[in-house]
């Protein structure tokens, strides 16, 4: 079958390097502050991302990560797609703004969409806000379904005694750290099969940008969390504590791993914890307002027609962030 083609030259998609970071934030940036611009937040500007947080999103992409150019080499646009073992989504994307409209977008989608069942996933998914009806409705005509909303609060750092021990993963020697990035494995493929967060897991050690918090039960691994501490805007101070990946057996464990996560956030002077609540687990969402958590903003969640995200048993909770 013959890839429709976008108007116009367009050259790619070749490999993102990190030498491609502040040109692919000029792009996020502006294509952005357009799109809010056009959703009537006429005062807002999206500010450029940490270079440390591209370096993470592109490591971790691999050669998921492309960018197509014009005639002159320079980014027309970007598509980054990740894979955690058989989970499978894509972001950010974003389009030139004088390349909008010419049907490059859907072009790098479908690349994208390629790619990842490629890697054999079994989910498809991305977010996007809620509002842009345009942006649900164009990727509905690629075949996303939405599906329920990703709700992102966040509740205050504290100093605090937590029930049992927990464990930060990078205070650990090596060979222990490696054992236990295993066990998180081992525990998350026994209620997803197939998912595997170990390359995050490792990568924001080896950056230097967060860290993982276990806690335990019986000596058995009861939940774990992966954050980042490091700004997500370039230049701006660190003022949240922000989890990407969260697995809890029930939720006791989903409580002692929103302590350590305080602690942690007050330990490093960061003033609050931010985490990215998929709703479909209404009693994390419960948890999280007993917390005092506040709302902040909202993603609407959706996954390819064929390739749904993964439900892990009844009382568990996965929150699997699917923006960098």
């Excluded at 998921?64 to 950010?92: C, K, L, Q, Y």
């Excluded at 989608?109 to 977010?127: C, D, F, K, P």
């Excluded at 650990?172 to 998180?184: E, G, N």
Aim: hydrophobic share 40%; proline share 4%.
């Amino acid at each position: 079958m013959k890839m429709w083609r976008p108007e116009g030259a367009l050259r790619g998609p070749r490999q993102v390097t990190i030498k491609d970071i502040a040109a692919l934030n000029r792009v996020f940036s502006e294509a952005f502050t357009d799109r809010y611009r056009r959703d009537g937040l006429v005062g807002v500007r999206v500010p450029q991302l940490n270079p440390a947080i591209w370096r993470y999103a592109i490591e971790d992409a691999g050669d998921g990560a492309m960018r197509w150019d014009d005639e002159r080499g320079t980014i027309v646009a970007f598509n980054v797609a990740h894979h955690s073992g058989v989970e499978g989504w894509m972001g950010p994307l974003a389009v030139r703004n004088d390349r909008q409209g010419l049907g490059v977008g859907r072009a790098i989608v479908e690349v994208a969409i390629e790619w990842l069942r490629g890697q054999h996933v079994r989910t498809i998914g991305l977010e996007t806000m809620p509002r842009t009806v345009e942006n649900i409705g164009f990727y509905g005509r690629l075949g996303f379904l939405p599906q329920y909303l990703t709700i992102t609060l966040t509740g205050n750092a504290r100093a605090q005694r937590v029930r049992g021990k927990f464990l930060l993963l990078g205070e650990l020697p090596p060979d222990d750290r490696a054992a236990h990035v295993a066990r998180c494995r081992t525990r998350l493929d026994h209620s997803a099969p197939g998912y595997d967060f170990s390359r995050e897991l490792e990568l924001t050690w080896e950056l230097g940008i967060g860290d993982t918090v276990v806690v335990e039960r019986d000596d058995a691994l009861a939940g774990f969390a992966l954050w980042h501490s490091a700004p997500l805007a370039d230049a701006r101070p660190a003022d949240e504590l922000r989890v990407l990946k969260l697995f809890a057996d029930s939720d006791d464990a989903l409580d002692r791993l929103l302590t350590a996560l305080e602690i942690c956030a007050a330990r490093l002077g960061i003033r609050r914890v931010a985490v990215r609540c998929q709703t479909s687990y209404a009693a994390a969402y419960r948890l999280l307002m007993k917390r005092d958590y506040r709302v902040r903003w909202t993603d609407l969640r959706m996954t390819l027609e064929g390739y749904p995200e993964t439900r892990v048993p009844e009382g568990e909770v996965l929150f699997s962030n699917w923006e960098i």
